[in-house]
């Protein structure tokens, strides 16, 4: 059996709403996909604009325009996170300031963040780990203190809640990924979602390469022109069309990627119990939305053995990401804030499993037998929950 990392789940409509961008003759960005798409984002998260991207690294670098990220300023982070985050911020001359992770959630340790600030603290940018929710509550009370603007990067967290509200919808801005090992996804593709009501017409400028052309076809102004900076960060009607199909199937898709979430989470039960693993960890006052399933092994040697059993048996696994502050990028462009000993444990030890809302039980199944052979432990599914 061949299991690929994160097998492409389609809804059947994808191919029809290309067609129909295709001879509708709107190819360009910001046709009627576009704006189905970013209806759907405001209605669902309850944001006060979103803006479609040509991925989530765009939409970063959007907020952090909108943030006035200027040369020497300071933005809080994980290390444990992917490179777009602290990207952004280098890009405008910004220092990444790196902040270890909880033990629990893998989320920032939001008990480290005050430490980390200092006069030159512009923003702090949380990650939602895995679609499990920072905790928001924390931050958003020391961004009021320290008037920082927060910048959610909620790459992985699409449906997802913390205390019943959306995330995405805490910080000034969000930015969410439609990349094609996402939950919902559309190849590439990306979205920023702006809460703040004072960033949404610049945030309409910067998207349209730094023209009023969005208050022109509103008919706010009687001509466009350029009036700041911006880039091309429309994505095509095509991309929009193939994300509107999957949207409409959205919570469908999670309930499918769920199914695979709690196949796992049972199935290994026993392991954690045994302690040779450790499962998610899921606070109740979050709703996750099984973006990743992970083990945590006891140590490196361990998770190469069954990253390298899983191969052997046609199981395309994985480890995530290496720390940012480890990297060379890292050390040359940002700074560290107190010790990384969780980051650097969870790097050392972590195995992504294969996740996909068109993952079969029988897959999940073999996947769960193979992990179970390396530590020569037995599934505890039962026939009652298959």
Partial sequence: MKIPFSPLHVTGQELEYVYQAVTSGQLAGDGSFTQKCQSWLEETIGSQKALLTNSCTAALEMAAILANIQPGDEVILPSFTFVSTANAIVLRGGVPVFVDIRPDTLNLDESKVEAAI???????????????????????????????TVIEDAAQGI??????????????????????????????????????PTLVERAEIIWEKGTNRSQFFRGEVDKYTWVDIGSSF??????????WAQLQQAKEINQQRMRVWQQYHKAFEGLELASKVRRPCIPTHCQHNAHIYYLLTNNVDTRTELLARLKAAGIQATFHYVPLHSSPAGQKFGRVSGGMSVTNMTSDRMVRLP?????????????????????NAKSTLTEAYR
């Fill in 118 to 148: 200092t006069p030159k603290t512009k923003a702090i940018s949380p990650v939602h780990y895995a679609g499990v929710g920072c905790e928001m509550n924390e931050l958003m009370t020391l961004a009021k203190q320290y008037q920082l």
């Fill in 159 to 196: 449906l997802a809640t913390y205390e019943n509200q959306p995330i995405g919808s805490f910080g000034d801005m969000a930015a969410f990924s439609f990349h094609a090992t996402k939950n919902i996804v559309s190849g590439e593709g990306g979205a920023l979602v702006i809460n703040n």
């Fill in 234 to 243: 429309l994505p095509s009607e095509l991309t929009a069309a193939f994300l």
């Fill in 355 to 375: 996740l996909s809302a068109s993952l079969t039980v029988d897959q999940v199944d073999y996947i769960i037998a193979t992990v179970l052979d390396v530590f």
